[in-house]
């Protein structure tokens, strides 16, 4: 059996996402992966910590290089969205054009990207969002979804601008968060747009609680990476977005 390689981008103090994208992937039947991550210094989530975060990219990417990987995921979402509109596609084109000066052409992903995908495969127009993020960068995060043509309803913004604090986030702050959202007309629920704040025991509850797709950071990376791989984007436990039956629809 091949095992696909993917290559994470994280900042440094994320410590979820490498616990995440790989519990969800091990669900996987029929696949098996590796991780191979490369860091970029950040700790406060401000917009200076995260452009001098984005500069280190060209280092990483390059690390990756070395080690041959199949896909790579930019595993930082408000990193990509708080530079403006698009900036997910030209993020992914610049990484694409360094692999390609290297003979590599891995699948290459954001999780900024993923997000938008994963909306896109679940028909969700009109949603709601739980954000770690200040204020200021949850209104930036909501902004880059609209200019993608996706209507946010109602969001929340936990106020968290220390990375490794948001790791730390407990579940039931993150689901009263979601309870006191207007979920009405909404097609969806991000309950964590972020890969730092951990989501993956809320998806299913909240799908059950709430009634309408639950997704997150993670489950989208995980959508897209499968997806992007040539892999069916079916795993258990993990939502509507990577169901047996959303899959079974979509390739109708």
Do not use: K
């Amino acid at each position: 059996m091949t095992t696909h390689r993917i290559g994470l981008v994280v900042p440094s103090s994320n410590v979820t996402v490498e616990t995440e994208v790989p519990a969800l992937l091990g669900r996987h039947d029929g696949g098996r992966f590796s991780f191979h991550s490369s860091r970029m210094r950040m700790h406060q989530v401000s917009p200076e910590e995260l452009r001098a975060m984005n500069a280190q990219r060209e280092r990483c990417v390059d690390e990756l290089v070395d080690a041959g990987v199949d896909a790579v995921l930019y595993a930082c979402l408000v990193a990509l969205m708080a530079q403006g509109p698009g900036e997910h596609q030209r993020t992914e084109a610049a990484v694409t054009a360094q692999f390609a000066s290297a003979g590599q052409r891995p699948a290459v992903l954001s999780s900024a990207g993923a997000l938008v995908e994963g909306l896109a495969a679940l028909g969700a127009r009109r949603i709601a969002l739980v954000t770690p993020y200040l204020r200021p960068l949850a209104e930036q995060v909501v902004a880059y979804l609209e200019s993608e043509g996706i209507t946010v309803l109602d969001w929340a913004a936990l106020e968290v601008g220390d990375n490794a604090e948001v790791g730390c986030i407990p579940g039931d702050r993150v689901m009263r968060a979601a309870r006191g959202l207007d979920l009405s007309g909404a097609d969806a629920l991000v309950i964590s747009a972020c890969v730092q704040m951990p989501s993956l025991d809320l998806i299913e509850p909240a799908e059950a609680e709430f009634g309408i797709p639950v997704l997150s950071a993670a489950t989208a990376g995980a959508f897209t990476l499968l997806r992007h791989l040539g892999l069916p984007p079916v795993l258990p436990g993990a939502g509507r977005l990577l169901s047996a039956d959303r899959a079974s629809v979509a390739t109708q």
